[in-house]
Nanobody, 126 residues
Framework: QVQLVESGGGLVQPGGSLRLSCEAS????????IGWFRQAPGKEREGVAC?????????YNARSVQGRFTVSRDNAKNTVWLEMNSLTPEDTAVYYC??????????????????WGQGTPVTVTL
């Protein structure tokens, strides 16, 4: 069964860092573009960062996280990571990863149809 599982979320102070993981099962992740998305209470889901197929090696970040977040792959572990630095309360949300075999990658949630994880919550507060 195709499945994605996020982990690594939690409580962190402003200015702190967290590293989220997205682990795939049932398929080989390096053949898929992986997107990271987040949804805060009462708000729509928004794209955060994405990484293209391993053969492409491209990454993109939303303007709101540019320079603070980094997405990367570990193909041996069938895992994609999201390193989050300089966190602010505005980063508080449930973070999701998603997979699709599109070319390149996209920050538009609707482009990802193959698989979605259940999300991992991130809370940034004093």
């Amino acid at each position: 069964q195709v499945q994605l599982v996020e982990s690594g979320g939690g409580l962190v102070q402003p200015g702190g860092s967290l590293r989220l993981s997205c682990e795939a099962s049932g398929f080989t992740m390096d053949d898929y573009a992986i997107g990271w998305f987040r949804q805060a209470p009462g708000k729509e889901r928004e794209g955060v960062a994405c990484i293209s197929r391993s053969s492409d090696g491209r990454t993109y970040n939303a303007r709101s996280v540019q320079g603070r977040f980094t997405v990367s792959r570990d193909n041996a572990k069938n895992t994609v990571w999201l390193e989050m630095n300089s966190l602010t309360p505005e980063d508080t949300a449930v973070y999701y990863c998603a997979a699709d075999n599109i070319h390149g990658c996209s920050l538009v949630p609707e482009r990802y149809t193959e698989a979605w994880g259940q999300g991992t919550p991130v809370t940034v507060t004093l």
